[in-house]
């Protein structure tokens, strides 16, 4: 093939379908390209960053978070959500709290308060809009960290003990080929998912080494292979035990095409492989481009073994570049990553303008500039912590920059992320290319662009924040057309009643609402003919895949530290109510009637005669079953009856059906058998009068009062028509406390503990690239450190990390 071959590169796939559209109207490529362009402007997708304030909690801590929402394509800010779901998960993937965030020009900043009943383990933070759920969820934004509890004792990290492990194998563009020589990725994963280093050979059926590897960083390295045809490979290695352990290779192809890139300085050098059979002259395609925007596409002739050809790395933006060489045909054949690294991040310079003392207030001046020294102006957010209270690995960090450009576009785990931007080297970039022949990528299917096959969103872009869900029959579970919804606040001094029809399908959606988190509601169906045989189904949240895979640090000392921290607090009345520490132990005297025991009661009295709690109805298979057996009630004509025949009414001694109230809503007693056991929080019986009396005349023969396990959790069960909504609002955003000691009523004989010492999500440089900040310093002296992250309204995307000392 001659060298001087011309790609038809374009920097936007739009130019690129409308020069090809003129010339080659039946070009096989021309209509690859349409359809991928199709896909990407009508079907956007967004991604998520989210920067935290450290790396690591103690229980009863608050998360500050800000989160940077972008399109895929370019990584510009997102104008198309306008809500965040940021959520708490668990190592058995259990969702354990859940807040809302309104979106502004694509940033959203709040903060997660941490229970101090939540135990000592490994933690994911999970972040999407609406919009993302008609996507792959593993594109979601998540990541784990640690959660120490200060009440335990016993953290200290295990030692790692020897695990299996598994060697896998990854051919340079998908297919080893018979007879021609190629780059196998290689990657040893121990047991854990983390990557480990070892040696090894390949060997033949006579058991003759043809090539030799070593995986380094997070267990990954390459070799080069030229297999033979009919031929049986083997890897063998030997375990830290001195054990050998052995893994076939695949088999080689006896037919079939190949991609091979390398990239030096600014040429990346393309070579298509092909077998005998294959190298005839069709003409086959290749197409390059970054997140459904292509940069370059060109025919290429098979002529022969190997066809090559040269493009320039300054073609395609920084970040991931995926290279597909499709036949005649227009089927994929193979694939190749290539991560371009232009270091074109924005720099951002940090300079404290006076010596900085503890308890005394610093200045920092910030300048941002983009690689060509021009002044920026962007949005950025800003964390500075006490290194000595807070030891970090920033190889270990998600950063904007490595989960933006690298691992939101990447499928599985990524092992120190941060590590390959972080003092980028020769050696660093060799190893990211290890990573990008063996790392799965998948944002589309080459297989349905071609067939047409377009997204099906079966959710919508929230421009506000909305409350939908489905309704369907009780008994035949199917969709109720037209059903009635009202949604009713029960919040004092918020007034609110919305109605709305569900459309042929039953689904409904309250729309434009803009609540507080601290808002509760009563939401109530029936069908067209006023029937209330019907079931809500709130739309939750998405399944939790998997916890990713995280290191697990040692947190001794950062509790040690959290503990003196709270301690020092609870000494000037300044500690977190929520918090409690394992100090005191107060006994009281039991009382004969429980007083206020179930979580979110709306028991007027404050008291009952007798308590279900919900340890009692674990185990239940019906709510009905928990009543046989209640002293004070019994079943008299089919309904549950005071069984003291005591109390009588002038017009009747028959006794009257007791009053039943599911969370503060009263219903009839035939409801209770759809009532599911394990979502109430309690039962509260009510027979003495003076229990009763603020019931009026509907409690006047008892009161039971169900309460379900909605108040504190933000998923809501689904029992029948009527059901209880908590948590659905905005969640209040939390101010960072600081001490200001230039004022002279703040007590300055504190010790001043904090880890987090500044926090501010919403720092913006002006035209000239400038912004300054000021903060008091904590009361322990040492090395503080200030991450900055953030962007431009292009895409532009910069971080910073600046130490200074404390004296």
Known sequence: MPSNLKLKLSLLSVLAIVCLSFKYPDDPLEKILKQLAKLTTTYPQEKIHLQTDKPYYASGETIFMKAYLVTAEKNEPSFL?????????????????????????????????????????????????????????????????????????????????????????????????????????????????????????????????????????????????????????????????????????????????????????????????????????????????????????????????????????????????????????????????????????????????KPAHTKSKTELDFMVSDANGNPIDGNFSVAITDMGKVPFDDDQETTILSNLLLTSDLKGYVEKPNYYFNNVTDEKARQLDNLMLTQGWRRFVWKDIQEDKMPVLNYRIEKSLEIGGTIVYDASKKPVPNARVTLLSTTKNFTMVLDTIADANGRFIFDRLDLPDSVTFIMQAKSKNESDNVLIRLDGSPTVLSNPVGNTFNLTEYLAETRKRYADLKKYN???????????????????????????????????????????????????????????IMLYAGNYVRSSFRTVSITSVVPKPIMVLLDGVQIGQDKIKDIPPGTVEGIEVLTSNYNTVLYGQDGYWGVVLITTKQLDEFETVTTFNKIRLANRGFTTIKEFYMPNYDDPQVNKEMEDLRTTVFWQPNLNSDIKGKAKLSYFNAGSPGTYKVTVEGMDAFGNLGRKVYTYEVK
């Open 81 to 353: 959500s306008a809500v965040l779901y940021v959520e708490l998960i668990d190592a058995k993937n259990n969702i354990k709290k859940k807040i809302t965030l309104p979106v502004d020009k694509g940033t959203a900043f709040g903060n997660l308060s941490l229970a101090d009943s939540l135990a000592s383990g490994q933690y994911s933070i999970r972040a999407y809009t609406h919009y993302m759920r008609n996507y792959d969820e593993r594109f979601f934004f998540q990541k784990s960290f640690n959660i120490g509890n200060v009440n335990e004792t016993n953290t200290a990290k295990t030692e790692d003990k020897a695990q299996a492990f598994d060697l896998q194998f990854f051919p340079e563009g998908g297919t080893l080929l018979a007879n021609v020589r190629a780059k196998v990725g290689v990657k040893a994963v121990a047991a854990n998912g983390f990557g480990i280093n070892l040696s090894g050979y390949i060997e033949n059926t006579k058991k003759e080494k043809v090539a030799q590897f070593t995986t380094e960083h997070a267990g990954m390295g390459v070799f080069a292979l030229m297999p033979q045809a009919g031929e049986k490979y083997t890897a063998v290695v030997a375990t830290s035990t001195g054990q050998t352990k052995t893994f076939d290779l695949p088999q080689a192809s006896a037919s079939g095409h190949a991609l091979a890139i390398n990239a030096a300085d600014d040429n990346i050098n393309i070579r298509v492989a092909s077998t005998p059979d294959l190298a005839t002259g069709k003409e086959l395609y290749v197409v390059a481009q970054a997140n459904g925007v292509v940069y370059a596409s060109f025919p290429i002739k098979a002529e022969s073994a190997n066809v090559s050809v040269t493009a320039r790395s300054s073609t395609f933006p920084t970040g991931i570049v995926q290279f597909t060489l499709f036949d005649s045909n227009s089927k994929p054949i193979a694939e190749r990553l290539l991560f371009v690294n232009h270091q074109d991040a924005l720099k951002i310079n940090i300079r404290d303008t």
């Open 574 to 632: 300044m500690l977190d109510g929520a918090i409690q520490l394992n100090e005191v132990n107060i006994k009281s005297k039991k009382s004969p009637i429980p007083v206020n025991q179930i979580r979110g009661s709306r028991n007027l009295a404050g008291q009952a005669d007798y308590v279900i709690t919900k340890d009692k109805l674990r185990h239940q298979t019906g709510l009905e079953q928990a009543f046989l057996g209640i002293p004070g």
